[in-house]
């Protein structure tokens, strides 16, 4: 059975008619050229954009489940954050909790541990370089251990030994029986780390399925102007313009 379940969801002239459904254990890539939609698909999931259309989550209508309970179940990690306070490591992670009410010690320092922030737990999260700071809000999502989580391009201020620890994080996240739909520009990673993918191009879905049924040389050239190079057989796999 789908985890979650999307139907005619449309956010203004930002997104079109946009159907698609996850399962736990599953990683959803969401990719295409800058302006096709991809984060305002995250943010109208999470519900922080008025939208038309149908969200289910075990079946439910979302609408039928309350405020403090949609904050557990569904979580985002927007592309931009930043911290107007000088605030430690340790308490910016902790806020994932909030919407559990609780602080629990044990949740907030394997979220730490997880993205390898554990070690400068009491440093001002404004003291950290830009990766590191990346790190420190993915635990901060991590800690809330919601159902399904929103990833708005993790891995980009990450150098290319983050970005594959970053990436294989959340492949780990979702096999632990969540769902993770994460949007991405990076398309040989998201051939490496997720299960399905779905591309879109100009607020619309061009097309949503395995790995290898979405990137074909037919369809990016299609939807990114440019020809490419595919080889999905190599370890890890390729993806690269011409």
Request: with cysteine.
């Amino acid at each position: 059975m789908d985890l979650m379940t999307i139907s005619g969801l449309s956010v203004m002239q930002r997104l079109q008619d946009i159907d698609l459904s996850i399962r736990a254990g599953v990683v959803l890539g969401l990719i295409g050229p800058n302006g096709a939609g991809k984060s305002t698909l995250l943010h109208a999931i999470a519900g922080l954009l008025d939208s038309s259309g149908q969200i289910e989550l075990d079946g439910q209508p979302i609408e039928q489940y309350s405020a403090e309970q949609r904050a557990r179940l569904i979580a985002l990690q927007p592309q931009f954050l930043e911290s107007a306070w000088a605030l430690s490591v340790h308490d910016i992670v902790s806020m994932g909790r909030l919407p559990w009410a609780d602080s629990d010690q044990q949740i907030i320092e394997q979220a730490m541990r997880r993205t390898n922030v554990l070690g400068f737990a009491q440093r001002p999260v404004n003291q950290l370089s830009g990766g590191e700071r990346a790190r420190v809000w993915l635990a901060r999502v991590l800690a809330n251990q919601p159902r399904v989580l929103l990833v708005d391009e993790p891995i980009a201020n990450l150098d290319i030994h983050y970005q594959q620890d970053v990436m294989q994080i959340l492949r780990d996240y979702a096999q632990q029986g969540h769902a993770v739909i994460i949007a991405l520009h990076d398309l040989s990673l998201a051939a490496r780390y997720c299960d399905r993918l779905c591309l879109l191009e100009q607020t619309q879905l061009v097309s949503c399925g395995r790995v290898d049924q979405v990137l074909t040389e037919k369809l990016l050239q299609q939807v990114f102007k440019v020809e490419v190079f595919i080889d999905l057989a190599a370890r890890p796999p390729v993806v690269l313009s011409r």
